[in-house]
């Protein structure tokens, strides 16, 4: 039951992955583009624990705790740029 | 314990999974960027909240040991997810909207994002 319900996730995160790409390609602002990152980003760090629930280990928490520092600051970097022109005064 | 845990495990994967997806399917649908805004940053950091509650009750009732390190991301995306929302909707104040255009700031005469930038330029100069 578990293995259909994470297959069900893998489509569902797989099939959002697709929609921020395909947001980022075809939006008209900046700013939309910015979001679509930061979503494709914690999109990653479900789909990687969802690999690790599948497989049975432990070792993707790490790496999905370093993407969800490096999305947090990556997106502020874009949007203090965005605001300001610069990012760090 | 595996017995009722197990249908849980599938739940939540099953609801993180329709939260992840209808996150981005607004961000395709709605309209304007603010509109836009709105899914993303509440339906996706619930999904992967979901994911990640599956995840502790999966090391809890099958593997059999209390792990903790899923707490740590939840409570990091949803410290962090506002304060993006918060930076976006203030790069579109700024750059899109003028004092004007924006609703009535209550008891103020303009929001005060508006407000401090042109009173510390107006003491530099």
Redesign the interface.
């Known amino acids: 039951m578990i293995t259909y319900a994470i297959y069900f996730a893998f489509a569902c995160f797989g099939a959002a992955l697709l929609m921020n790409l395909w947001r980022i390609l075809t939006s008209d602002g900046v700013g939309v583009r910015v979001l679509a990152l930061d979503t494709l980003v914690i999109n990653t760090i479900a789909l990687l624990i969802l690999y690790g629930l599948a497989i049975g280990t432990e070792i993707f928490f790490e790496a999905a705790m370093i993407i969800a520092m490096l999305g947090f600051v990556s997106t502020v970097a874009y949007a203090r740029f965005m605001l300001r022109g610069n990012i760090i005064e | 314990m595996t017995a009722i845990a197990?249908?849980l495990?599938?739940?939540f994967?099953?609801v993180?999974?329709?939260f992840?997806?209808v996150?981005?399917?607004g961000?395709?649908k709605l309209g304007d960027?603010m509109s836009?805004?709105h899914a993303?940053?509440k339906a996706?950091?619930l999904?992967?909240g979901g994911?990640?509650l599956?995840?502790i009750l999966?090391?809890v009732a099958i593997?059999k040991h209390l792990?903790l390190?899923?707490l740590?991301?939840t409570l990091?995306?949803f410290l962090?997810?506002p304060?993006?929302a918060h930076?976006?909707a203030?790069?579109?104040i700024?750059?899109?909207e003028t004092p004007q255009s924006l609703p009535r700031a209550g008891d103020d005469v303009i929001w005060a994002t508006h407000d401090t930038p042109e009173q510390e330029d107006g003491d530099a100069a």
């Open positions: 197990e249908p495990i599938a739940f994967l099953i993180s999974g329709i992840g997806f996150g981005s399917f961000l395709l960027p836009r805004m993303p940053t996706t950091t999904g992967v994911v990640l599956a995840s999966h090391s593997e792990s390190h899923e740590l991301i990091f995306l962090t997810a304060i993006t930076f976006i203030k790069w579109h700024h750059r899109h």
